[in-house]
């Protein structure tokens, strides 16, 4: 099952999917007092998400939502611990384990990752940076952390960065920086590490026509390498229309299949060959966990 959430406000949703179909299994409703839906992301065990809400005093809680078997809600627990203040969260992931939750915001002084513990609430802010706005953030076994940086500068291209959440809580930035051998046409959408910390799937989409040809969104991957690997493609109908814009990039637990969502449709794409074109109308998906 995956767990999608489309749309702002009131009129957004938090929905059930079935992987396999596209088909929804049901709607989540906003616990009481929720103004809307902002991002959701795997807990750890099969059939267990974290769900970020935005309150109407704006302030900003995490539920635990269990999905059964059959794709209905069986439980949703908020986080203990107050609210977070108000802010506007880019993404959100959780460790492997689902011990920990990293809820990515920009405040006043540039981004910071605000570290929750999922076990009992508590939580500490973690700085990435003076300036620039984290996109997208994806956590590995053994505490690695890749997030998508959109420098503060005019020209300033999006690079994934890596970091390592040390056991004492501290996230102590790596020199990896990837997606630099992208050329600069290139706009890199979304992040997501591999089980085993070193391999990176990233997905982009060609912002600008080259000779004349048709545009690409693609899905590559990094494994330490100078160049990437193209997992999958999809071309654009013709040099003035767009590609397909995957919004989010989602693993499956088992760690061997990625699900890319766009407007309408998603793609079940496998990391050893392989693809499906699944349908998920209704909405653009902007956070996705699987």
């Not at 767990?3 to 009131?10: Q, Y």
């Not at 929905?15 to 989540?28: F, L, Q, S």
């Not at 890199?188 to 004349?212: N, P, S």
């Not at 699900?259 to 699944?278: K, P, V």
Request: with cysteine; charged share 20%; hydrophobic share 40%.
């Amino acid at each position: 099952m995956a767990l999608v959430a489309t749309g702002h406000g009131r009129s957004g949703t938090a929905a059930v999917r079935d992987a396999a179909t596209g088909e929804p299994t049901a709607v989540i409703p906003l616990p009481p007092g929720g103004a809307e839906w902002l991002h959701v992301t795997r807990a750890g065990a099969p059939g267990t998400f974290y769900a970020a809400v935005r309150f109407e005093d704006l302030r900003i809680g995490v539920l635990r939502v269990e999905i059964g078997v059959d794709g209905e809600p069986r439980d949703l627990t908020p986080l203990p611990g107050e609210r977070l203040g108000a802010f506007d969260p880019t993404c959100m992931a959780a460790s492997p384990d689902g011990a920990q939750i990293l809820l990515a915001c920009t405040r006043a002084g540039g981004p910071e990752l605000a570290h929750l513990l999922g076990t009992d609430g508590s939580r500490r802010g973690i700085g990435v940076g003076r300036t620039g706005e984290v996109t997208g953030v994806t956590w590995a076994e053994g505490g690695r952390v890749a997030f998508l940086w959109m420098p503060g500068t005019p020209h300033g291209a999006t690079e994934v960065r890596v970091a390592c959440l040390e056991p004492g809580g501290d996230l102590v930035p790596g020199s990896a920086v990837i997606a630099t051998s992208l050329p600069r046409s290139n706009m890199v959408l979304d992040v997501v590490i591999g089980r085993d910390g070193g391999t990176f799937y990233l997905t982009t989409v060609e912002a600008e026509v080259t000779d004349g040809e048709p545009r690409w969104t693609r899905l590559l991957a990094f494994s330490g390498g100078p160049d990437p690997h193209v997992l999958f493609e999809l071309r654009g109908p013709d040099p003035q229309g767009a590609p397909e814009m995957w919004q989010r990039t989602a693993m499956c637990g088992c760690g061997g299949e990625l699900l890319a969502f766009a407007s309408g449709s998603a793609y079940r794409i496998g990391l050893g060959g392989g693809w499906e074109r699944l349908p998920f109308p209704e909405g653009r998906p902007y956070s996705a966990a699987w």
